[in-house]
Every structure is written in structure tokens, then in C-alpha cells.
């Protein structure tokens, strides 16, 4: 690992003037970052701590209902504060790496990431979440953009994530055991105005919403409405751990199970 | 170079470090408390699994200078000052749970963040938990073993493997 600065900001002001060096990056909780940097794959000349910034922690419920969950919490406390106002993200979160990696990893670092196969991805554009940055919010549907890319500019910090939370969700994963991420993963989440479903693991382009089974459940939210769906293994990733067609037909297959669960 | 001080095994201590420095590293480098080992050094074996703030972490994945101030236990601060082994390290030994020795560090500090979370956890509980610490000797049944009898849980119906 090339060395760096570091600081340790106590506030997100203080955060955003440390970002305004050149190459400065931001660090959640490093569970992908600091192995991206001993491969020397990222070579930034100083690292900013998200870490010790107070209002980017902890979970918490807005006045419309919805969840608010600090860009700086980490998955384990996710995993437990959030575990009775929106219990599928919970879920999700109590699912990531493994119980050393939650202590650390946080949900900013995560969706700021947007790994092809990382969980948060599903879950946030699945919930149709709203991502607040230091200068805007960004609505999920605009915010990833392909594999390991988003709408954030420069020096962008995601201070918390707003969940609206809906009747009933799912995620299930379908776990590439060596790496802990999803070989394919499937939130569904459904709404009194209708149902999302987004997919990570599977695709090429990063993390996509299955629109064609969402039409389909707003028909009829039952399995077998998705009989007859297929997903096109064209843009599929393919490697070692499972070919185009097979997280195709994971897809299709994870799908049912999160009806399933939610009906 | 900049100035870390933590509380490592109830003793305060500091040092000067890169920003680059792993916690593994001032452990090991910088204290010589070689206990804590360094096995794939990329976050997936858990050989190097410390505390800080009472949480297991990945201390080959964190920054020194993120456990600034923190309260940091490690594998030598588990048996009593006499050499007494903690009740998880005399369960290891008692069931055989360690062959090579490399993983147990990780293995014991995993385990005590386990059973302060949940005292008495069930096979599969104790499974899912160390899904983050890898044995390649044992096959993981004497681990698992162990740590029930260490959560004081009756083992003599499970047969040794």
C-alpha cells in the first residue's frame, strides 16, 4: 500500500475541506477500500475518515415514516437498530461479509462503492430510497449509474440514506460462499402504489431493477405471474462461480422466493 | 508520522505511524504482540481478528489511526497475568480445537465477541458466526466443540472427530 495522509473530521463540514485536496478520497469503514489500496489499485494522497463524524451515525425514524440511516453506520447496526422499524433491510444488512466485517463496513462506503454484487445497491434502489449527500438528495433510480459507479461528484459525501418503508419486503441472496457477496440477489419491496424489484450480483451494468416482473407483479402478486419471464443472460456477468444462463435463471428463481416470502 | 495512542489490554500506548498502518501492523510491529497473526492479510481468514471497543474486527482492515483512543483487546490479553488460560483457551486445548495453532488467535477472539452477544449459542449459531474465521487443520467440529463447552454447554454426546 502506497502511504497517505489521514484525517479524522469530527464534522461533516470539516469532512467536505479535507475532500478538497487533491486526490483525497473518503473512507467509510475501508472493508473494500484498504484491500483496494494494498493491491495498489487506488493510490489517493490522503484518506478522510468518515468515522468520527456524530451526525453520520445511528438509525432513526423521520416524521413521514420513513428510516433515516446515517452514511457512516455500520452494518451491524443496521442489522440491529433497524430491526424493527424496516426489518427486510435489517435482514439484508445482517447478511453482508462476515460478523468482523459488519463492525466496520458501513452503509455510505457501500452504496458509494456500488460493487456489482454488493447488497446495499438491491436493497436501496429496491426501496426506491433517497440518498443525502453533503449538497442534494438523490433519488435511488438516479443514482447507480454501472458497475462501481454513481451519481456522486468529487468530494460528494453521503451523509445518510432514506428508506420509505413498504408493506412487506424481501431480500434474498443467493451466497457466492468465498466471497461472502451475492452471486445473485433479489430485494423486492411492495408498496401500496406498486412493487420494486431490484437485482444485484447478476448484471454487467451493476445493480438494475427488473421491470418487466414488476409490471407483472402489479397484476398479480403471485409466483406464478412470473411464470413465463425470463431474464436475458446477454448482459449477465459470467464467470468461474456461474455462467450468464445461470444467473439468469437465478434471477427468475430468487424473484419467486421473495414473492413468496412477502405473500 | 503521526501520534497514536489506544488502550491495548488494559495498558495505555502509543506510537508514531503512516497513515498506511494497519492495526495488525502496530500490533505486531510497533508492540510485539505477535499473538495477533496475519494470514491472508486481504479480510477473509480472521486469523488477525482483534477487539476494539468490544466489537471483532479485522485488524488487517483497519487503520491504526482509526483505532485512535480506542479500547483494543487482543489474544494476549485473554489468559490471566499468572498464565491461566481463559475458560474459551482451556476449552480450545480440552477438545482439541487447534491443530497448526495458526488460526486460533482469530478463533478465540471471535468466540468471546460471540458468547458476549449470545452466552449460550447453538451449533449452528456458533457455525454461522465464524464464518469469517478460517481453519484449514481441524475441520471446524473440535472448534465448534469447544466453544459450546466453553459456553458451558454439555459436549460429551458429540462424538470426536
Known amino acids: ?263 | 508520522m503521526t501520534k497514536v495512542s489506544m488502550t491495548v489490554n488494559g495498558v495505555a500506548v502509543s506510537g508514531d505511524v503512516e497513515g498506511r498502518t494497519l492495526l495488525s501492523g502496530f500490533l505486531r510491529d510497533h508492540l510485539n504482540l505477535t499473538g495477533t497473526h496475519i494470514g491472508c492479510d486481504t479480510a477473509q481468514c480472521g486469523a488477525c481478528v482483534v477487539h476494539v471497543n468490544g466489537e471483532a474486527v479485522k485488524s488487517c482492515n483497519m487503520l491504526a489511526l482509526e483505532a485512535d483512543g480506542a479500547d483494543v483487546g487482543t489474544i494476549e490479553g485473554q489468559a490471566a497475568e499468572d498464565g491461566t488460560l481463559s475458560a474459551i483457551q482451556q476449552a480450545f486445548q480440552d477438545h482439541h480445537g487447534l491443530q497448526c495453532g495458526f488460526c486460533t488467535p482469530g478463533m478465540v477472539m471471535s468466540t468471546a465477541a460471540l458468547l458476549k452477544e449470545n452466552p449460550r449459542p447453538t451449533e449452528g449459531e456458533i457455525r454461522k458466526y465464524l464464518e469469517g474465521n478460517l481453519c484449514r487443520c481441524t475441520g471446524y467440529h473440535n472448534i465448534v466443540k469447544a466453544i459450546m463447552a466453553a459456553s458451558g454447554q454439555d459436549v460429551s454426546s458429540i462424538a470426536a472427530e
Open chain 1, 1 to 263: 500500500m502506497y502511504n497517505f495522509e489521514f484525517e479524522r473530521p469530527s464534522t461533516i463540514a470539516d469532512a467536505v475541506a479535507a475532500l478538497g485536496g487533491e486526490d483525497a478520497q473518503a473512507l467509510g469503514g475501508g472493508q473494500t477500500l484498504i484491500p483496494t489500496l494494498k493491491q495498489r489499485l487506488a493510490a489517493p494522497s490522503k484518506l478522510v475518515s468518515m468515522n468520527g463524524i456524530a451526525e453520520m451515525q445511528g438509525v432513526c425514524i423521520e416524521d413521514d415514516g420513513s428510516v433515516a440511516i446515517g452514511g457512516a453506520t455500520t452494518h451491524a447496526n443496521v442489522a440491529a437498530k433497524a430491526a424493527g422499524s424496516y426489518p427486510a433491510l435489517a435482514a439484508l444488512a445482517g447478511q453482508i461479509g462476515d460478523p468482523a466485517v459488519r463492525n466496520r463496513g458501513t452503509i455510505g462506503g457501500s452504496v458509494a462503492n456500488n460493487d456489482p454484487a454488493a447488497c446495499y445497491p438491491a436493497g436501496v434502489l429496491g426501496s426506491g430510497a433517497t440518498i443525502v449527500t453533503n449538497t442534494r438528495q438523490i433519488a435511488a433510480d438516479d443514482f447507480f449509474q454501472g458497475m462501481f459507479t454513481t451519481a456522486l461528484e468529487e468530494d460528494e459525501i453521503i451523509t445518510s440514506v432514506r428508506f420509505p418503508v413498504p408493506q412487506a419486503a424481501s431480500y434474498q441472496k443467493f451466497l457466492q460462499p468465498a466471497s461472502r457477496f451475492a452471486l445473485v440477489g433479489v430485494y423486492l419491496a411492495r408498496f401500496a402504489d406498486g412493487v420494486r424489484v431490484a437485482v444485484t450480483g447478476a448484471s454487467e451494468e451493476g445493480v438494475f431493477r427488473w421491470s418487466e416482473a414488476e409490471e407483472a407483479l402489479n397484476k398479480e402478486f403471485r409466483t406464478d405471474a412470473l411464470m413465463d419471464l425470463h431474464v436475458n443472460p446477454m448482459n449477465m456477468i459470467g464467470d468461474l462461480h456461474g455462467s450468464k444462463e445461470y444467473r439468469a435463471h437465478l434471477v427468475g428463481v430468487m424473484t419467486k422466493r421473495a414473492v413468496e416470502a412477502c405473500s
